[in-house]
Structure formats: C-alpha cells, structure tokens
C-alpha cells in the first residue's frame, strides 16, 4: 500500500459516496464515467479494501468506506483552507468569497454588505448563490459555498451557525382591510382569508403551516409565491394577507400602504445567521464577512410596524 494518497482519487471518492452515483459524480467533477471508476478503483487497490458497494446503478458505502470517508472529506477541507491561505499571503486582497443566501437575504442584506466588503477587498472573487434553506445545506454539505446566510438549520453537530438577528412572522394587510380597523384576526377569519405565503418548499412555509397547525387553523386558501415584492403587492390591493417579517416591509410600514398585524397568540419568531461547516477555518475574507452582517443586521433586530 502506498505511504501517501491521491488527492484526486480522494475528490473521486468523496464526490461518489455524496452523490451515491458514479454519473452525478463525474457530472460535479467535469470528468468521465470512466475516469471516476478507474480513479475509484486504484484508491481501493491503494488502501488495500473496499470501499463502495456497487449493485447496478446503485452505489453504497462499505463499513470501512463510511471510516473512510470521514478522514477523506478532513483531508480535503484541509487542502483547500492551505490554498486559500497560501494566496491570501502571496496577494492580499486577492482570494475569493463563495457564500450562499436565500432569496430574501440576497434582496434585503447582501447588497448593503457586500458593498462594503469591496471597499476592503477590492479584487476578491465574489460568488453568490441563492437558494432557500435546504438548497443552502446541500451546498455547504457539496463543498460548492463555505458561508451562507439563511435562517437557523436544525441542531447539527457539522454546522457552525453565527446568529445575526431574530425577526417575527406577522399578518400584512392592506390599510382599507377589516382586518386593519379592528387590529386583529380571529381564528375564523384566518381560516377564510386567502393567505399569501412564501415558496412552499421553504422552511419559513413549513414554520407557518406548523404554527397554525398547533392553533387548529386550517389554511383552505393559499397564495404560494418565490418573491416577496409580489406578496407585498398582492396584500396592498386586497387580493390576500401576506406573512411577513415586519423589516421585509419596512418602507410600506412607515408610508402606511400597510398594516402589521400579530399572526395569533403566539409570536411567530426566527433567528437569522450564518452557517458553516464545523470543520471549516474561515478566512481573514469569510471573517470579514460575517463581522459586516452582523453590523448591517443591527437595525433589522429592532421591532417595527407592532
């Protein structure tokens, strides 16, 4: 067995056992079907066992593969932060900065922050990618970003999670709303009203069907759209009530275009912030980052529109 190991043939692996397909794999590495099994097949021969099951198309992690794979994807992260490091000190300012954010933040916080981020770092690399949460978390997990600003991820023992700030979940309706003069909604009215919601397959959807789910409030009629200007829009003319953060509409709460309502009892709250892998060592870069979103999120912590 060889004293050292390929650090191709670790990528090969790696990309395999996530993807748990020789093709998608390949795809992700821009190479071959063949060059991912050949690459696969001398890491075996090296390490001296098996380390995938393969039955058709199906690919699956021996014993020792799973063991394995936990030291390969150290050795690979480790790799990547001495590169970065290396060309931080050959070229300051020079480097990237690969972060994901969910449509709401890339709209509302990233450019302010990014802004100033190039004040410091005038010829970094910037790479954004947008996406909701649980695209986020198999970004981050791919190794395709190493930050991204979304709402808080389930307890993970793999994620580093820096909160920012935390918001509330309430009713928007237009000023001429009933619902407007009278300051609330009853459990009732809730449950005929149209709802304007965001992204179905979002977590902040999933939060509000499980907060009236536990109020027994039943959503008959539903509004489910990837913008928050449209949900704004729609709950001004009347055609529903939006749920939103009250930061979200800020400008509409202070020109009275619209009213901030409680979304029942209870407050609906979330905590915003940014997540990384654990094991991942941020740059002087990535650092810079986070200190900055933390400064421009000060003022969304404020409550607004009650």
């Known amino acids: 067995m060889n004293r050292s190991l390929d650090s191709r043939q670790l ?46 198309r199906r690919v699956a992690l021996t014993h020792q593969g799973e063991q394995f794979l936990q030291k390969a994807e150290v050795i690979l992260r480790e790799m990547e932060q ?17 972060v994901g954010a969910s ?14 981020f190039k ?18 978390m198999e970004l981050l997990q791919r190794g395709t970003i190493d930050l991204t600003l979304t709402l808080e991820p389930a307890n993970d023992p793999e994620l580093t999670f820096v909160p920012l700030f935390e918001d509330e979940l309430r009713l928007m309706v237009g000023p001429m709303h009933p619902w407007a003069q009278a300051g609330r909604a009853t459990r009732e009215q809730l449950g005929e009203e149209t709802l304007i919601l965001y992204n179905k397959t979002s977590s902040t959807f999933a939060l509000v069907q499980e907060y009236f789910r536990r109020d027994g409030v039943l959503l008959n009629n539903c509004i489910e759209l990837g913008s928050m200007e ?6 001004k ?12 509409v800020r400008a509409e709460l202070e020109n009275g275009t619209l009213r901030s309502l409680p979304l029942g009892r ?15 060592r941020l740059s002087l870069g990535e650092q810079t980052f986070v200190g900055l979103c933390q400064a421009v999120c000060e003022t969304l912590a404020a409550p607004l529109g009650a």
Do not use: M
């Open 11 to 56: 990528l090969a692996f790696v990309a395999v056992a996530r993807r748990q397909s020789f093709t998608l794999a390949a795809k992700d590495l821009s190479l071959t079907q063949s060059a991912v099994s050949h690459a696969l097949r001398a890491l075996e021969e090296d390490v001296g066992c098996r380390l995938l099951d393969r039955v058709g």
């Open 82 to 98: 001495a590169r970065a490091e290396l060309e931080q000190l050959a070229n300051w300012g020079h480097g990237r900065l690969r």
């Open 103 to 116: 449509t709401t933040a890339c709209q509302y916080i990233l450019p302010t922050v990014l802004r100033e």
């Open 119 to 136: 004040q410091s770092f005038p010829r970094c690399a910037i790479r954004v990618e947008p996406g909701d949460q649980p695209q986020q």
């Open 230 to 235: 449209a949900i704004k829009e729609l709950a």
């Open 237 to 248: 003319i009347g055609v529903g009530v939006g749920v939103l953060a009250p930061w979200i």
């Open 266 to 280: 209870r407050a609906l709250k979330r905590r915003w912030g940014v997540a990384h892998l654990a094991q991942h």
